[in-house]
Structures are given as structure tokens and as C-alpha cells.
């Protein structure tokens, strides 16, 4: 059995290194060396330089070695879109650029030229030139505003190149200088340009669906020839392609996609260029398979290969196992055969009206991208060697280099093989000890770290004092360490620790007591701590949540059996585990009651599951949740069923409501208006997509109710949202939080300088600015909740401005000037519950605003 499970997990190792083949935009961010020196002088260049002193060797971001006047300075702009002057940077190899840094020349106070505004052009071979622009077609690029600053943006979309121009706009009377830094990784593909058919529209139920490569790099006629675009932008389609993982862009957007009545000969040709002959393993392809709406995965694909002038006349023929259950998109894996070309050309064959794609990559030889390392601060050490660089490619033909990995490889399962037999003993000597010590060990190590913490704040307190310069805001509340101006949360560093698929550490006091070595919890995820008020200050110190939660007897859920639960589809992931719909074989049995509006069995239901490799503290987490969420009982929050603790993975058993969250469910509603809301309530219960003003202020009704149940058990939330409300039978809502995000919500989420990615949309100002959640706080996120609810979701909250300018906006609540934007009133809303409802959610001061009890009673108020 050991002997089993050790191969299982060198199973798993060898599954990992192979499976990461296709590039990862939130992880690839490392610098590329005009910081660090691993791009040499003689790789930088400009069109020309105002002196011998602003040479193009100079334009290094954050480098001021004294040598020279610390930037590159182009002569005088001789036209004011500055197509003419540039600095051109050669990385010796094709990279995968997701993120540019700018900044002006300080000279130690000498100098205060900086541009405002830039283009960039790329090139794969230095003779073909392309013009960067945006997902919406905007070419010029906000830069700085200040000589000192580092001003960051992210490339949407990424490029894919080996020379890349910065070319200033200006006033043609004003001189410009820059430093500049790229962040990507090497493109390991080889891959310089692929060919397709031009994507076609289709029309679904009146709705306009565009599967055509809008970021496409190279000739566009009726096929796109000699470029890059969506296939190899990094971004996986959604299961559902009327959705799109960037915000606000059209159905369709994330596929490039055909019909197979314009293909007479059932097959979709592409001809995929490389840089060299390589020796291919393996082609991974990301099909969409939502067959309902006519679109599966491909039946065949026949791949011919080719090194010289002619195509080989035997292709390699894949023919995937259709799958006519799960309409999830997915990767299919077609198997090359270790076949050697510098060109392919498949075939593609359809088995259905509609074929989609939305990510093609490669595999050859060992060339995998390296997405597992710790990203580096900003900039390389200068003494760092190209072989030390994480995105330093590995010659896979130098048999050396590959004699050597193998071996490493073996040491490395050797000890994996050590620690698993030694913590299988461990283990054993473990289970002696009962689970009652475990909780005393844990309530008293957070007793400590209340004192500890409580402490810090008293200190903090007792320091601060006096007036501040206006570069810095008033000291209206005591501040913890990780305190942000606007100007620097704004600042997205390229240091990402973590990947985008969960919801990131907190950035609150809270989370920097609780974290210790091994990182903060998760945002938004439920455990033990919480935040409270204290009685004699304004200061905040951690506290269980009330001690009626631990007491009883009924501290432990039952073991529900596992082979009674069958997955049926992942609904989330974080970093530490999954979230699955699953049916549950006797449940109700199990139970021995009913589970409202839900008669049928087997009983669908959420299964959160903590992966086997988690931490120690990831693991407390987990257990902590369980003991708080099962002493839940509310008819408008989430019920735990039951647990899976006995063996790994560890699992937790929740309800599942039919018809899905709450944002999604007010989407596909239209508005009813107030003068025919009989007519509409008439219409909702004959199954039509409508809704009365007074139908959705009762689903406010009950999340106000559910939030009133925590907010008395001392509870913080943290994530209030309608895409963490669930609706069931009869429009009942339940609020839930399972600690991970859903693809489909990534873009209601910022990650602010690599520690968090964060709601701040739903934020108030003080958790973004002085990282404090309270009560409070989630007052203000139900009021934005409110807004969803009465805007039927239509839009995100503040959709007219950007991520940094929504930042910005919570610096001007502080500054309290009058000058703050606050959500506008949504039509259907009465002026009573915009102005003395959601806008006091959203007052300044946390202890004007209403409390979960006057927001219920309100709320009921209005609808008598």
C-alpha cells in the first residue's frame, strides 16, 4: 500500500513538470534585465541622443550609477507623435512581455524631463515592425508624471517579441527623457506566427457573437498570416463563451472559433512557425465543448510536419475520446511523436456546427515554462548570472545539462520517498493525541497573539501626533505597518507570489498577526478570527469570535461516507484546495430531516476539499472553519452538512442552491417597471426572465437578514458581494463565502503590490487604505451589494473608472473635500432608499454608518 502511494506521488511529480507547458501571464512578471545588467550596453539603442551623456545606455529603470545623466534623452522632439525618436531594447530571444516600467530623469536634482505619454513597437525578427495597442484598440500609453516615480503597466495584451522600441509623445518644444524596464519571461514555445481562417459570428438567440482573433499581430485578409494574437495570449477561454475573462468585451471575445458550413471539407488548416527545427512531444489545445449551443471539441486532428521546403507525407492522426457529459472547456493533449520540424500544419475536423479555441501551445523536448519559482523582487542583484535567471532558457540539446537534471531528478524522488516514509510514522505517533489538545494549543497560541497584537496598536498609538505634510494623510486613525497611500496601492509591482485562481492574503491588521512564516489566510475566507471594536479606544484588537460559538457539545460535525459523493464539476480553486459540485447518495437520510427546497436524491451539494499537500497552518485554518461554520444556522447563510476529516483530503460538505449566485441569476433578469409589477410577478411565476422592484428589495431583505446574524455573533464577512449570495427555490438567498474565486469573477479582483488581490470595488476606504475590516466595512459592501441587486448586475460597480482610479477615489473619501464619486442612483431606486439607505452605507465615519439591524428594519420599512 506505501509502496503504492509513493508511486502515486512520483506520478503526480513527473505530471506537474510536463502539464505547465503553455505560459502564465500573472506569473511571467520577472524583470528582464535593464534594472539588473543582464541586458548588456550594446542591446540597448535610440534613434538618437541629446548628448554623449543621455546615450541610449543610460535608459535603465531605477540605475543612477552616477555615470553619465541617468536617462536616455532622444534630441529635440521633431514631431509631436514621436514616431521618429526611440529606445530600442534587444533581448537576444523571443519573450513573453506582460508589464512595462517608465520613469523620468532626476540627475540628483538636476534634471526634470520625463515623458507623459509613450507608444511601443515590437519585433520578432528586427525587420517587421508592430505597433502595440490595447484590447480596445488605444495605442498611446500613460506614462509619468514626475521625474522620480516608477510608473507600471500592464500590457493587455501581452507581446510576444525580441526587440521592443518605447517611443515618446510629447510636445515637440518639450524635451523628454526615459529609464525603462520590461518584465515577461523567455517565450520557450519557439513559436514565431501561426496561420488560421479569419473567425466568423455567430448569431445566438439575437445575441451577436464574435469569434474572430481581434489581437492578431499580422496580415488580417480572409486568413490571418505571418503573426500572434489570441491563441497565444495566455488567456483560457470560459466554460461558457458567451462569457469573457476580460471585463466588459464582447460575447465571444476569449475563442477564435468557426462554423463548419464555411469548411465544404469538414476541416479547420492551421500552420503553426517556428524559430528553429525542434523535436515536438506534444500539442495542448483549449477547446471549448459547450455542445448545447452547438460547440465541441474537435473529432481528429492530423498534424504533417516540416524542416525543409516540402511537407512530409505522413501525418500524425490524434483522435480525442469525445465527451458528451461534461460541457466544461477543457485542454486536449494531442501526442507529436517526438517528431522533428520547424513547421506544422494540422488539420482540425469538426464534430459539431461550431469549433472554438482559445489557447494552442507546445511541448518540445524540455522546454517548459519555470511558473513554480518565487518571483524575484523588482530587479535582478547586478552580480546574477544568466544561469541563475529564472527565465534563463535550458539548452535542451546539450546532453550534459540533461544527464545532469536526471540525476537531480532522482535525488529529488529519493528524498520525497524519505520524507513521505518519515511522515507516515509521524503520523502514526500523531494520532495518539486527542483533538481536544490540539484546539487548547490553538486558543492559547492566539491569546498570545492578541496580547502581542493589542500591544503593537497601544505603541502605534502613543507615537502618533502632530500634523503631516500634505505628500502624507492625517493620522485620523491609529495605522498598522502595511498602511498604503493611493499613489503607492496603485504601483503593481511585478513580485507575485501566488497565483490568480484564489482570492489572495488580507491585507488587514488581522491577517499580519495571523499569518506567522507561512503566509497570510485567505482573504475572505471564514475562520475563527475576527475583528472588534474595543470598549475604551478607536483602536482594533484581535479577539475569538464569541466564546457561545465553542461552547456546547456538538463541536464536531458527522463523517459523512465519501464514496457516496460523485463529482460532477469544479467551481472554484484556491491555493491550498478546490470547491466541486457534487451529489450526495443519502444525504437526506444521513441528516434525518429535509433540506429546504431540496426533495430529490441524490442531493446535489458544495464540496470544499483541503489538498493533501497543505501546510500546517492551512490545515488549522481549515479545521477552524468547520468548527465556526458548523454553529451557523440561519435560513439566509450557507448550512454546513457534514465533514470527510477521517482520511486526506480533508472536506467539507455545504449546501448547494439550484439556481446558482446571485449575480449571475440577476443578469439574465430584465426590470419590470413599477406600474406593471403585478403584471411582472404574474410573469416570474410562469418562468419568465422578469423582476419586480419589490421582488429584488426582498432578496436585500435576506442577505441584510443573514448579515444581521453574523454581524451578532461579532462575524466579519469580508467579501459581500452578489456573486457570493446563492439563490435557490423560491428566490431564496443564502450568503456563502468559500474562500476561493470563480474564473468568471477574476476582473472584480485587483492584486495590489503581489500580497492580495482584493475586491476594492466593494472595499470601503479604510480596509483599502489602512487595511481594517470590521462591521463596519461590510456595511459599505452591502450598500454596493444593494446597487448590484437594483442595477440587475448589468454592470460592474464603478464601471466608468479604472481599477487605480477607483484607488484614488478612497484617498479622496479620506481627504473628505467633497471631491469622492459615489455609485450613482440606479433607476428604478426611490430617492428614500438611494439617500438615507445606500449613501449612508457609505459614509466616512464606520460608526455613522447603519448597522445590519437598521438596514433590515429599513429595508422591511420600504416594502410595507
Known sequence: MEARQISHHVFFILLAATVRSQVNPEMCRYPLGMTGGQIEDEDISASSQWSESTAARFGRLDLDNGDGDGAWCPDIMSEPDGLKEYLQVDLRSLHFITLVGTQGRHAD????????????????????????????????????????????????????????????????????????????????????????????????RGLDVYFNDSVY???????????????????????????????????????????????????????????????????????????????????????????????????????????????????????????????????????????????????????????????????????????????????????????????????????????????????????????????????????????????????????????????????????CADYQEPSRLIRKLPEFAQSTEHLGPSTSCRALATSGSDGAPHYAEADIISLQESMDSSTYSITAVSMNLFAGTDSSMREFPRHKLTFKEKLGEGQFGEVHLCE?????????????????SPLLVAVKTLREDANKNARNDFLKEIRIMSRLRDPNIVRLLAVCVDTDPLCMITEYMENGDLNQFLCSLRLKEAADEDKAEEEEKEGNSMASYSKLIGMAVQIASGMKYLSSLNFVHR????????????????????????????????????RAVLPIRWMSWESILLGKFTMASDVWAFGVTLWEILTLCKEQPY????????????????????????????????????NDLMLSCWRRNAKQRPSFHDIHTQLMESLA
Open 109 to 204: 536634482g538636476m534634471g526634470n524631463e520625463f515623458a507623459q505619454r509613450y507608444r511601443i513597437k515590437y519585433s520578432r525578427d528586427g525587420s517587421n515592425w508592430v505597433g502595440w495597442h490595447d484590447r480596445k484598440g488605444r495605442q498611446v500609453i500613460e506614462g509619468n508624471r514626475n521625474a522620480y516615480d516608477v510608473v507600471l503597466k500592464d500590457l493587455e495584451p501581452p507581446i510576444i517579441a525580441r526587440f521592443v522600441r518605447f517611443m515618446p509623445v510629447t510636445d515637440h518644444s518639450m524635451i523628454v527623457c526615459m529609464r525603462v524596464e520590461l518584465y515577461g519571461c523567455e517565450w520557450l514555445d519557439g513559436l514565431v506566427s501561426y496561420s488560421i481562417p479569419d473567425g466568423h459570428q455567430m448569431i445566438y
Open 217 to 479: 499581430d499580422g496580415a488580417s485578409a480572409e486568413r490571418l498570416t505571418k503573426g500572434l494574437g489570441q491563441l497565444t495570449d495566455g488567456t483560457w477561454g470560459l466554460d461558457d463563451f458567451l462569457h469573457s475573462h476580460i471585463y466588459s468585451m464582447w460575447p465571444g471575445y476569449d475563442y477564435v472559433g468557426w462554423s463548419n458550413k464555411s469548411f465544404p471539407k469538414g476541416y479547420v488548416e492551421t500552420i503553426f512557425e517556428f524559430d528553429h527545427v525542434r523535436n515536438f512531444t506534444s500539442m495542448k489545445v483549449h477547446c471549448n465543448n459547450m455542445f448545447s449551443r452547438g460547440a465541441r471539441m474537435f473529432r481528429q486532428a492530423s498534424c504533417y510536419f516540416r524542416s525543409g521546403s516540402d511537407w512530409e507525407a505522413d501525418p500524425v492522426i490524434f483522435r480525442p475520446t469525445v465527451d458528451r457529459q461534461n460541457q466544461g472547456a477543457r485542454f486536449i493533449t494531442v501526442p507529436l511523436g517526438d517528431r522533428t520540424a520547424s513547421a506544422i500544419k494540422c488539420r482540425f475536423h469538426f464534430s459539431d456546427l461550431w469549433m472554438l479555441f482559445s489557447e494552442v501551445a507546445f511541448q518540445s523536448g524540455s522546454a517548459v515554462y519555470n511558473t513554480s519559482l518565487t518571483p524575484r523582487k523588482s530587479g535582478h542583484p547586478t552580480n546574477t548570472l544568466p544561469g541563475d535567471d529564472p527565465t534563463h532558457k535550458v539548452d535542451d540539446s546539450n546532453t550534459r545539462i540533461l544527464i545532469g537534471c536526471l540525476v537531480a531528478i532522482i535525488a529529488i524522488l529519493l528524498a520525497i520517498i524519505v520524507i513521505i516514509l518519515w511522515r507516515q510514522v509521524w503520523q502514526k505517533m500523531l494520532e495518539k493525541a486527542s483533538r481536544r489538545i490540539l484546539d487548547d494549543e490553538l486558543t492559547a497560541r492566539l491569546a498570545v497573539q492578541t496580547r502581542a497584537f493589542s500591544s503593537h496598536h497601544s505603541s502605534l498609538s502613543s507615537e502618533e501626533g502632530g500634523s503631516t505634510s500634505n505628500s502624507t494623510y492625517e493620522r485620523i486613525f491609529p495605522l
Open 584 to 600: 450526495a447518495e443519502g444525504m437526506q437520510d444521513f441528516l434525518d430531516e429535509s433540506i429546504e427546497g431540496n426533495n430529490e
Open 719 to 754: 467579501d459581500l458581494a452578489t456573486r457570493n449570495c446563492l439563490v435557490g427555490k423560491n428566490h431564496t438567498i443564502k450568503i456563502a463565502d468559500f474562500g476561493m474565486s470563480r474564473n468568471l469573477y477574476r476582473g472584480d479582483y485587483y492584486r495590489i503590490q503581489g
Open 799 to 834: 464601471s466608468q473608472l479604472s481599477d487605480e482610479q477607483v484607488i484614488e477615489n478612497t484617498g479622496e473619501f479620506f481627504r473628505d473635500q467633497g471631491k469622492q464619486v459615489y455609485l450613482p442612483k440606479p433607476p428604478c431606486c426611490p430617492d428614500g432608499v438611494y
